[in-house]
């Protein structure tokens, strides 16, 4: 009985007979199968032959239960284990979606910052162009500026030795002209104290309408 002696169990019930048979199934203990009796000698050599063969065949049963069993967890986990990559794909789906999202954002918004750039580009080479023709117009500007200039300087200059030369020929002939007018004026006033006289004497005399006129001319126009 070996520690069977001390057991609660067997004080309490005090069977005559035990039977112990393991259940062994690929070299591996599945479990114990435990009878007894409270008859001396209950359990006849036929009968444990009979509960050897039904040891071993619980034995393997048991190991099939087992297994199915570990089958039936593993499904279990692979069940879990899909169900959390279906989830993970889901999540994994929805985030390259929202990337791809934000992509084809920054795709559009690239797209519209080159066309601003090819705009800018294009404005800014009409700019230097226009920029261009400016220059050449602000350099033919100057050009024509100087040369006005010139010509200004030029017409002034040209302007002051006609002036010179005006003023010299007025001057020359003032006096070419009024040296020999000295002698005629000279002359004019003599001859204009005669004409006076004359004319004096005659409005003494006895002259017609007509005479009388004339020389009433004659002395205003000295007057």
Do not use: W
Request: proline share 2%; hydrophobic share 40%.
């Amino acid at each position: 009985m070996g520690s069977a002696e001390t057991d609660p169990f067997f004080l309490s019930q005090k069977p005559k007979s035990l039977l112990c048979l393991p259940l062994i199934s690929q070299r591996q203990l599945q479990a114990v199968l435990y009878l007894h009796s409270y008859s001396v000698d209950a359990f006849q050599m036929e009968e444990r032959e009979v509960l050897k063969v039904l040891s071993v065949q619980a034995a393997v049963s048991l190991e099939k239960l087992s297994i199915y069993q570990e089958l039936d967890r593993t499904n279990n986990v692979l069940v879990e284990l899909n169900k959390e990559v279906e989830n993970q794909a889901s999540k994994l789906a929805a985030e390259v979606a929202s990337r791809t999202a934000e992509l084809q954002e920054k795709i559009h918004e690239l797209k519209t910052a080159k066309s601003i750039a090819e705009k800018a580009k294009d404005e800014a080479e009409m700019a230097k162009d226009e920029a261009e023709k400016a220059k050449e117009a602000a350099e033919l500007a100057k050009e024509e500026a100087e040369r006005a200039r010139f010509d200004a300087l030029q017409s002034k200059d040209e302007a002051v030795k006609a002036n010179q030369l005006k003023s010299t020929f007025l001057a020359t002939m003032s006096h070419e002209i009024r040296t020999p007018f000295n002698a005629v004026l000279s002359g004019e006033f003599l001859l204009m104290d005669q004409v006076l006289g004359t004319t004096a004497l005659l409005f003494d005399s006895n002259l017609s309408a007509v005479q009388a006129d004339c020389c009433s001319s004659v002395s205003r126009s000295n007057g």
